[in-house]
């Protein structure tokens, strides 16, 4: 008694000490634009599951403890004379923020505790501060090492809050950790000035089992002890989820739609990618709370190891940490950020006149984060396009339809400077009315209210599958009327092949395709 009071004493001005002493933890900083910090001082990599007991249930709540802490880890920054510890930064384990029951080494046991495992990540610290030559102002060493979780003497365990890891840097750094499908990734990335390295990167220590004989109290058959936790085993086979149900994206369309008119409400030259990526975050934020790290299928536990996620969704799960220690396919329901904006900026160049063309563009870390994504995607699928829309029209007239706003990125200069090669009389309705509508001096009307539609056209310049417009367009295709899309116009090969000679596909940048393709719909 008298011992566990000593203990609790000490403890206690521990803990009060660094409060006091502490400085308050770095904030997190996005990914600069130039290369502030673009020397890579030391890596240390080391894999999320054991040969041995990669199906244990604890095993898996540490993996889901590792997508929890590296969040408040990664892309923290500090001065010269920074100092990190790791409690002031990842805060108390809990499970109202997340955390799960994982694995902890106790008395020669390995056993359920909350927040267990996140030794692996102080441990991979340690490793990245030692290869940095940074000083160590605190360190512990495990009373046992797990299997291949940390080289032997270069671990560093952690306790909520008495027992902490800490260091200070001698020179700028920018911490980076992240989970792979496999691994978890420190590394520490410093400033290169005037060509002088800071140090030279250490090769990474190979983990090798060491086939240490270490209890796991899911397993264990001692019944007399108080932390005997048995449970069912994993199943062997993994489970897959897909992110996003129909029932999600209607409801998102509709809180996007409000945001956007809510932001032009406020400020009408606001731009829009903000508003839209601010609605990704919080969809994908609320979207990740529904991905558990064990789902029951058939009366088995298994592990969720892969995901199926939207491509706009795929940078703010990633910032969730719903991404660690999993693959993932992507589905393609828009273009990639890159390739969207090189086609917008080639379109505001040829049209500088449109106010609309230059209202959609991400930040450039945003759209390096989703173009490393991507390539570490192990499938890019193509989003299914809208379900067709019934429509009442008849053929034939000078009537031409344009299914969408007129808007710069949708192909709306691409039309006028079409027609204005054209000698003849036709009549331009669009789908709705904006910023660049009135003074092509077009008329807004619906598609089911027009009586004769002679074609329909749509030369994007960017657009997604599940677009309103790309659903009114295979609508009028479906009824009958001729359409001529742009290249960019997500058609697969199938779809063009069932249309036949109804569609014609042409380069959004070629008005004098696009006025043949006309006129051979709408004869002088």
Known sequence: MLAHLIFAVRASMLRLKRLVGEPPPPRKKPIPDGAAFNLLVSEVRAPLRDTSDANSRLTVGKIEN?????LAIDGIEFEAGGRFSFWSQVGRPTRRRGFVEGREIREGCVVPSVGGGLCQLSNALYGAALDANFPILERHAHSRAITRSAVVGRDATVFWNYIDFRFQTTFPLRISAELSADELIVQFWGQQKNDTRLTTLQPPTPFTDHALDIRDCTTCNRSDCKRNSPARAIATSASHRVVATRTTARVDRVLRSFAVRWGRLRDPLRPLAPIHLRQDRRLAHRLARQIPHLKNEGGELREVTHLTVPLRLLVPLAESGALGGRSYDVLLDRQPLAELHRALDAAAKRWPLSET???FRAPPDYVRREERLLANARLRLVAPGAAPTAVTCKKGGNILYFPASPLGRFGAF????ALARL????????????TDGPRLGWQALPLAHLAEVAVVVFPAVVVGPGSPAMALFRAALNAGIPGIAS???????????????????????????????ISTHIPQ
Do not use: K
Not at 66 to 70: E, T
């Open 66 to 70: 590792l997508r929890r802490a590296v």
């Open 357 to 359: 063309l230059n209202d």
């Open 414 to 417: 691409a039309l006028r400077d």
């Open 423 to 434: 000698d003849r009389d036709i009549a331009v309705v669009t789908s709705g009315m904006a």
């Open 487 to 517: 290249e960019s116009c997500p058609f697969s090969a199938e779809e063009r092949a069932e249309y036949g000679p109804l569609l014609t596909v042409v380069p959004w940048a070629d008005d004098e395709a696009l006025a043949a393709a």
